[in-house]
């Protein structure tokens, strides 16, 4: 059974901290991984991973993908309240066919 | 990236009761794409709807509980029928928006009373 793991469930933190959160994922077939942000109730895209060993930065956040290890790490450094929110992680199976994972509820405290 | 206008925003609704959503894309789109996310957990697909034909439905969830309407290439209706309070959750539509992923709407937050 397909399925992608995100760790940990929450996080807080204090303003300036820089956090490391966790996708794992095991499926039957891999596209690409992508990150998203969910601050109410619509995620927002963050980042789509392909290649092993490529970062991606937008800011103060980045991630990176293991297709060796089957993980991504998304990573936001100098963290700010405004990044407290869900982050979802999500592996793309084939032509829209999607899985996600539970997110990661990141709170930063001022 | 598509620009998607979804309302209602939130709901609360009586069991036994239906609700229709409704999803405007900015541009034209092949598939959309209906999504449930219940508290604490993670997104599931609800179903797949191609404009001009039946919408196709994950395991788990059927069409007489979630009709889905799809009459033109940038709109589409999502009803939960028959509500009982295991439906509350957020409901999401979303198009395929290549190197982003998914593009969705802003949800609708239905509680069921």
């Known amino acids: 059974e397909d399925k992608v793991v995100q760790s940990p469930l929450s996080l807080v933190v204090h303003e300036g901290d820089t956090v490391t959160l966790n996708c794992s994922y095991e499926v039957t077939n891999f596209r690409s991984l992508l990150w998203y942000k969910q601050e109410k109730k619509a995620p927002t895209f963050l980042f789509m991973l392909?290649?092993?060993?490529i970062e991606k930065k937008s800011g103060r956040l980045s991630s990176i993908l293991d297709k060796k290890e089957l993980f991504s790490i998304l990573n936001i450094t100098a963290t700010q309240t405004g990044d407290s929110a869900v982050y979802l992680c999500a592996v793309e199976l084939g032509t829209y066919k999607y899985i996600f994972g539970t997110g990661t509820r990141l709170k930063v405290l001022a | 990236s598509a620009v998607i206008s979804q309302k209602p925003s939130r709901d609360i609704c009586q069991r036994g009761t239906s609700l229709t959503i409704q999803c405007q894309v900015d541009?034209?789109?092949?598939?959309m794409f209906w999504y449930r996310q219940q508290p604490g957990q993670s997104l599931t697909l609800i179903a797949t709807?191609?404009?001009?034909?039946?919408?196709?439905?994950e395991s788990g969830f059927v069409i007489d509980k979630f009709p889905i309407s799809r009459p033109n290439l940038t709109f589409s209706t999502l009803t939960v029928s028959n509500m009982s309070p295991e439906d509350s959750s957020i409901y999401l539509c979303?198009?395929?928006?290549?190197?982003?992923?998914?593009?969705f709407g802003s949800g609708t937050r239905l509680t069921v009373v």
């Open positions: 709807a191609n404009q001009g034909s039946e919408a196709t439905y």
């Open positions: 392909t290649s092993s060993g």
């Open positions: 979303s198009v395929e928006s290549g190197d982003y992923g998914y593009t």
């Open positions: 541009s034209q789109v092949t598939m």
